[in-house]
């Protein structure tokens, strides 16, 4: 209805919007892009870009898509940048207004993409042909990367493969946090499969994310496998924003000990239904979270970067 110019695609059948998130990437007070998942169907979701294109007529605007996800997203997506001036474009997947969703146990995952087409998409300042959309296979695969605490004697720094062990006992993927680094910032952004182990229902992302000294804080919620249960379980994610796993130092806690300590990347908030992270920073860095019981629960969290 707004005459975009999505270059004679079309949007999909039986589908709806998520929230957009609307950005400012350069800091010029103008709308540079803007964000938007969906979900098609029962299961399925994209997430869309458009680009302003420096204008205020819609006609001049760029509908493209940023990636298919095959998953419902539908919380508006959180933006960063890092200290190479690339902009990072952060979303989850998975839904929670029906009945349906209530006891669906498809497996839900979260993203963070390098997006180099959130300035123009035009001839003047062309996208990069990977980058519409972004695919799978260029994105670097979190799920398993376990990361040891930087005090974990012999294995400090180490990133290891976790469906083969822990720290200490299973296969080493990185000899370092430095080196994993380097590795990870190779790929187009990293992904990271949520419900691990499996649970039914699946455990999904239901509030936006969001970033604090290269800390990403999200969080997700299973619901009760009990379908007439009021409650479920929540979950906090403490990532670091360019890889998708924790940092080598702790931010939500670490277990294990001697050359087994492993950073957390999650930890449990008990029962209810969470609320998007609210972060106040002053001497420390305090994250609040209020579920859906009443409880606010409140995390203080070590900054990654100053």
Do not use: H
Not at 115 to 124: H, M, V
Not at 144 to 168: E, I, L, R
Not at 282 to 291: D, E, L, N, S, V
């Amino acid at each position: 209805n707004l005459g975009i110019n999505n270059s004679g695609s079309q949007l999909d059948a039986d589908a709806f919007m998520g929230d957009p998130t609307i950005v400012d990437g350069d800091l010029d007070f103008t709308t540079d892009v803007i964000y938007m998942g969906s979900a098609i169907s029962t299961t399925g979701g994209k997430v869309f870009r458009i680009n302003i294109n420096q204008s205020t007529a819609p006609a001049d605007w760029a509908l493209s898509t940023l990636f298919n996800t095959g998953k419902p997203v539908l919380v508006g997506p959180s933006v960063s940048k890092d200290s190479f001036n690339n902009f990072w474009v952060f979303f989850g997947t998975g839904r929670f207004v029906s009945t349906d969703d209530k006891v669906n146990s498809d497996p839900q995952t979260f993203y963070g993409i390098k997006d180099a087409c959130w300035q123009k998409n035009n001839a003047g300042t062309p996208c990069p042909a990977a980058a519409n959309p972004y695919l799978l296979s260029s994105l670097f695969n979190s799920s398993t990367m376990a990361v040891c605490t930087a005090t974990a004697d012999a294995n400090a720094g180490k990133v290891y493969d976790s469906s083969t062990g822990t720290c200490g006992s299973g296969t080493v993927a990185y000899s370092s946090y430095s080196s994993f680094l380097t590795a990870v910032r190779a790929a187009s952004g990293w992904y990271l499969n949520l419900n691990d182990p499996a649970t039914t229902p699946s455990e999904r992302v239901i509030s936006r994310g969001v970033v604090v000294g290269g800390v990403l804080l999200f969080t997700s919620f299973t619901p009760s496998s009990d379908i007439c249960a009021m409650l479920g379980d929540s979950k906090l994610y403490a990532l670091y924003y360019e890889t998708g796993t924790a940092y080598y130092k702790s931010v939500v806690g670490e277990t294990g000990s001697g050359t087994s300590e492993t950073v957390l990347r999650s930890t449990d908030l008990g029962k209810g239904m969470p609320t998007t992270v609210g972060v106040a920073v002053g001497k420390k860095t305090k994250g609040f979270i209020q579920t859906s019981t009443g409880a606010i629960v409140e995390i203080e969290t070590e900054p990654a970067i100053s």
